[in-house]
């Protein structure tokens, strides 16, 4: 028998999307896999209209909004008691290629040190742009971002994998945890990968492996909600794995860093700078996890 595969779907206010996900599904290729839908405590009458469509879908529940991070965890401490082999965290608003996690599985049945893997990316309303092809991190200057360039088509290791499409073997949960629930929203994909591969396992992209994403849906790129988590993530993430030189340079860099990004806001965007401040103030607080915003 294939490997039991477990993908969990994250919603949070977003019901049409999740359904639009769940059908294309519902046509994947793969024999043996499940899907778990955890709710993050919507108030748009998700669950309801997600379970009218799709009523033989497991659904969990969750009382109040518990982020990326901390939502995921529920879904994954569950499939692990159901014996899942690979757990594929999938963005809800996202739709994927019927031979997706076919591919997947394939790449990480052929070599036991791929402990994640990653689709390739692209974006929902422009079908053929890649969104994600693999993540870069620059440890002296603190930037990180995406790859949008194909290698080939043979699967090519990443230094990380975006939580969008990221698919880990049980084995290596069990070695390196959960989702870092410190960092709630943003990073946490990052913050595990690094993870995986401090402990000698590799991070792998698989291009045969295809989805298409409907671009921050959820929080929107540069809401006020991205511009706190990010700069206060980033921080956090770099006091985590950050070593030395890299670390020093960093660090001494930074106040520039700061400067320039709050004249950068103040011009482009000034009702961002609040955010932005209060993820750095917060950071250096120690106030971690889910915030008020």
Not at 254 to 279: A, C, D, V
Request: charged share 20%; glycine share 8%; with cysteine.
């Amino acid at each position: 028998m294939e490997p039991l595969v477990y993908i969990i779907l994250l919603n949070f206010n977003s019901w049409a999307d999740t359904i639009e996900c769940l059908e294309s599904l519902s046509k994947l290729e793969y024999p043996n896999y499940r899907v778990l839908i955890v709710d993050n405590a919507s108030s748009d009458d998700s669950v309801s209209k997600i379970k009218k469509k799709f009523p033989e879908i497991t659904m969990i529940i969750n009382p109040e909004n518990l982020g990326f991070a901390g939502g995921n965890n529920v879904g994954i401490r569950h499939v692990l008691q159901q014996g899942a082999d690979y757990i594929f965290l999938l963005n809800n608003d996202t739709v994927i290629d019927p031979a997706a996690v076919t591919e997947l599985v394939r790449a990480g049945e052929a070599d036991p040190d791929i402990g994640v893997l990653g689709s390739l990316t692209y974006c929902y309303d422009r079908p053929d742009q890649v969104w994600f092809a693999g993540g870069w991190i620059n440890w002296y200057t603190g930037r990180t971002g995406h790859l949008t360039e194909i290698p080939g088509s043979e699967p090519y290791d990443a230094e990380f994998i975006s939580g969008c499409a990221l698919m880990i073997k049980r084995n290596v949960i069990e070695e390196i945890g959960l989702l870092d629930e410190d960092f709630f929203l943003y990073f946490e994909d990052t913050d595990w990968c690094k993870r995986v591969l401090s402990k000698g396992y590799r991070l792998q992209m698989v291009p045969t492996s295809r989805v298409w994403h409907k671009v921050s849906a959820s929080s929107g790129i540069r809401s006020p909600l991205w511009q706190y988590y990010t700069a206060r993530n980033l921080l956090l993430f770099m006091a985590k794995h950050n070593t030395f030189p890299a670390r020093q340079v960093f660090l001494g860099l930074y106040p520039i860093r700061f400067i320039l990004k709050s004249l950068i806001i103040l011009i482009t965007g000034r009702q961002l700078l609040p955010s932005y401040l209060q993820g750095n103030t917060d950071f250096w607080k120690g106030a971690l996890g889910k915030q008020s915003r």
